[in-house]
């Protein structure tokens, strides 16, 4: 018994490390031939499906009824941020996102308005994964998922958390409830349009570039915008080091 | 004997020394802002540009690069940008190879800002209060920019530079959490690992011919 445990062990060890040894792996990113193959499939479903609809929803669908839909699901993921807040220990920004729901629901009709923004409640959104990452669980692998796109080990595996608690979960109406899903990704990727093939046009790599854009803007969401220096981003390889020596610090 | 028949003369370098050095002292302070009011005046100036020319303000981007290459470039460490990007084997690359890949760089970013600016219309920019000593030589200048929607966090590196118009230059710029430097590292260091410095100049230089030969202004 004790043996074939340790050689179930010794199978999962093996197989982990053969995933993972690529020679010249980015140590943020050991699982790249897996996720570069669910980022092309996914640029592929944004190219023929999700992306023309998008643009069809932007010129159909009026600007006051996009604005709508849109306030709607910002106000249910303000609920789960309010919670999110209380969780990571920010009573003010807990107050705030709490003021804007109940004015949103209230006074914007179920958040169709947003009320608060005009009543300078700004809006804190903050997820399961930032909570766990404001605790001080580490990233993980870099991880594309098919359709959700960039995450981590860490953000994927709390997504399921972030899904059960949305209260779009609890229409009981499958069909409905799948509808609501689809309107609200279209509504998020219409909200995109408008910075068309930026990461495209700006990268030689766009797979490269979205994983280090996604890791940094997940860092610094983390530390709500101010996150530290990391080692070496300050460093300059133009100055010439006899000539200009560096400052102490 | 010597050392007093020399006096004036030495009196004479004495002074036109310290007059040298009031002269440099007086312009940098003419020339010193403090960084949040470079930053400020720059993105004023850009900004007042865009409202005021109709076809800027409609989107048409090669104006608005020549508008980013006459206001902004100036006031950005170009040198820096590139070496911190390409890294480690900046010190490796020729003179001639350093010069074209700050140029394909540039053509690269000053799109991509353009680009970024062309969806600029009723926004607002706030300038957070800068947190530094006033002797630092590199600063940490944050903005948001605000309109319909969630704010945008933009700030900006910025370093002492005595001969740049407004005594500042920026040497890094921040989207949304996302230093734009840093995320060109990697993509850079596996370009030059696996087709050297030339390749990764061609591979700029790829990406900018197809990025031109694109229709603008939608």
């Known amino acids: 018994m004790k043996r074939q445990l340790s050689h179930i062990a010794l199978a999962a060890s093996l197989l982990l490390v053969g995933c993972a040894s690529a020679p010249t792996a980015n140590p943020k990113d050991p699982w790249e031939p897996m996720n570069r193959s669910v980022a092309r499939f996914n640029d592929k479903v944004d190219d023929n499906v999700l992306k023309p609809v998008a643009t069809g929803y932007r010129n159909v669908v009026p600007d006051l009824i996009q604005t709508g839909v849109r306030n709607v699901f910002n106000n249910l993921s303000d609920m789960w941020s309010t919670v999110n807040n209380l969780l990571q220990l920010k009573p003010i920004n807990t107050a705030e996102s709490l003021g804007r729901v109940v004015v949103n629901t209230v006074f914007g009709i179920y958040g169709i308005f947003d009320v608060a923004t005009y009543l300078k409640l700004e809006r804190h959104p903050e997820d399961f994964g930032q909570t766990l990452g404001y605790w001080g669980v580490p990233n993980g692998p870099y991880l594309v998922l098919p359709l959700f796109g960039p995450s981590t080990l860490r953000d994927g595996a709390s997504l399921p958390v972030d899904f059960a608690v949305s209260p779009t979960q609890y229409i009981s109406d499958i069909p409905t409830r799948n509808e609501v899903f689809v309107l609200r990704l279209v509504s998020k990727r219409a909200e995109l349009l408008k910075s068309g093939n930026m990461l495209e046009e700006a990268s030689i790599d766009k797979y490269s570039f979205t994983r280090d854009a996604y890791l940094q803007y997940r860092r610094s969401q983390i530390y709500d915008g101010n996150p530290p220096d990391e080692e070496d981003s300050n460093d300059d390889p133009s100055a010439n080091p006899a000539a200009n020596p560096a400052p102490a610090k | ?218």
Do not use: C
């Open chain 2, 1 to 218: 004997m010597q050392y007093l028949s020399f006096t004036p003369n030495r009196w004479l370098r004495l002074m036109v020394g310290a007059m040298l050095i009031l002269g440099v002292l007086t312009s940098t302070f003419a020339a010193d802002d403090t960084p949040e009011a470079f930053i400020k005046r720059l993105s004023g100036d850009v900004i007042d540009a865009i409202k005021t020319d109709k076809s800027l303000a409609a989107g048409d981007i090669n104006k608005i690069i020549v508008l980013v290459d006459q206001k902004v470039m100036p006031s950005v460490n170009f040198l820096r940008m590139t070496a911190s990007a390409v890294g480690p084997s900046w010190r490796q690359a020729t003179p001639e190879q350093q010069k074209r890949l700050q140029e394909e760089f540039k053509t690269l970013l000053v799109r991509t800002y353009s680009g970024a600016l062309s969806q600029f219309n009723d926004q607002t920019i706030l300038i957070k209060p800068v947190r530094a000593a006033p002797d630092d030589k590199e600063v940490v200048v944050r903005t948001e920019v605000r309109g319909k929607g969630d704010p945008i966090q933009l700030d900006y590196r910025v370093e002492k530079a005595a001969d740049a118009p407004a005594g500042w230059r920026i040497y890094n710029l921040n989207v949304m959490g996302v230093w734009l430097v840093d995320n060109y590292r990697s993509q850079f260091a596996q370009e030059i690992n696996a087709k050297g410095v030339d390749g990764l100049i061609a591979s700029l230089a790829d990406r900018n011919k197809s990025n031109a030969a694109k229709p603008q202004g939608k």
